[in-house]
Nanobody, 129 residues
Framework: QVHLEESGGGAVQTGGSLTLSCSAS??????????MAWFRQAPGKEREFVAA????????DYGEGMKDRFFLSKDEAKNTAHLQMTNLLPGDTAKYYC????????????????????WGQGIQVTVSA
């Protein structure tokens, strides 16, 4: 079981920036990650893919409309990832969740939240007009 701790959410105005961080830890310090991702969910809407990175290589991908505003970085030695969000819009208001997959995913699978086996509690991001 992987424990995920998220930080960095909050409230900003349109055009503002926030950086979310996700730190993963495992029992006894043993951790084997395959993918780390961010998803978000706004009230009344389905969970949406935000960004993901493959552990052990440089693969990064972003959800639709986010590539030019969101930037995902990671420190694999520390089992952490950071999602820098810039030029935030009211439509970005949601609860953001960090998730990891400890089993191998194909590149066709990482955008599907059903393939992630550990989740953080979520952190709120609110963007006002």
């Amino acid at each position: 079981q992987v424990h995920l701790e998220e930080s960095g959410g909050g409230a900003v105005q349109t055009g503002g920036s926030l950086t979310l961080s996700c730190s993963a830890s495992g029992r006894g310090g043993v951790l084997s990650l395959d993918w780390m991702a961010w998803f978000r969910q706004a009230p009344g809407k389905e969970r949406e893919f935000v960004a993901a990175t493959a552990w052990g290589n440089r693969w990064l991908d972003y959800g639709e409309g986010m590539k030019d505003r969101f930037f995902l970085s990671k420190d694999e030695a520390k089992n952490t990832a950071h999602l820098q969000m810039t030029n935030l819009l009211p439509g970005d208001t949601a609860k953001y969740y960090c998730a990891v997959a400890t089993s191998v995913l194909e590149y066709s699978q990482y955008r599907d939240s059903e393939n992630y086996d550990s989740w953080g509690q979520g952190i709120q991001v609110t963007v006002s007009a």
